[in-house]
């Protein structure tokens, strides 16, 4: 943090897809804010790509010291929904809130999302979407970074078929 010692870390409200409006404006009013990102993997046309998008949509966190700094103010800063609130007083994040958030962030600012599946070979699984929607199955491994191996039973024998991690749930 490169405010000073006294200012604490608070929770702000954003409007609808309002978080970097209210980002801007806030830094703007001179308040320290953290918005946290992930990269969202998104799917169109038989194209992959990735987006940034918010980790906590409608959130974002705002340092602010009570002593110097009006913080009522915030609350009617465009963008702005509301300063969470306990009671009167803005809701304090706890001390290592924040440091664990940074702590997953990669070189570019974005927070790394944990992908792979928590299956053990030999677990059920469903799939999800496409041709094999519906189906059940067997988790079989990974088979590379955004894809597992399941074992379908198709004509009375194990198939082995490789979907997006995304797709398999559990059964």
């Not at 906590?56 to 465009?78: G, H, K, L, N």
Request: net charge positive.
């Amino acid at each position: 943090m490169s405010e000073a010692a006294s200012a604490r870390w608070y929770v702000v409200q954003t409007q609808v897809n309002g978080e970097t409006r209210a980002a801007h404006n806030l830094r703007c009013q001179g308040y320290e804010i953290y918005l946290p990102r992930y990269l969202k993997r998104r799917r169109h046309a038989r194209k992959v790509d990735f987006t940034a998008k918010p980790l906590f949509p409608r959130y974002m966190f705002v340092a602010i010291d009570m002593a110097t700094q009006r913080w009522r103010s915030i609350q009617s800063t465009f963008g702005v929904s509301r300063l969470v609130c306990n009671g009167d007083d803005p809701a304090t994040v706890p001390e290592g809130v924040l440091h664990a958030l940074r702590a997953r962030e990669d070189d570019k600012g974005f927070v790394k999302m944990d992908v792979r599946p928590a299956f053990a070979p030999g677990d059920k699984v469903r799939v999800l979407a496409g041709a094999f929607m519906d189906s059940a199955g067997l988790f079989n491994g990974l088979a590379d970074h955004d894809r597992v191996s399941i074992l379908l039973d198709m004509l009375g024998r194990k198939v082995r078929v490789l979907l997006d991690a995304e797709m398999v749930a559990a059964a």
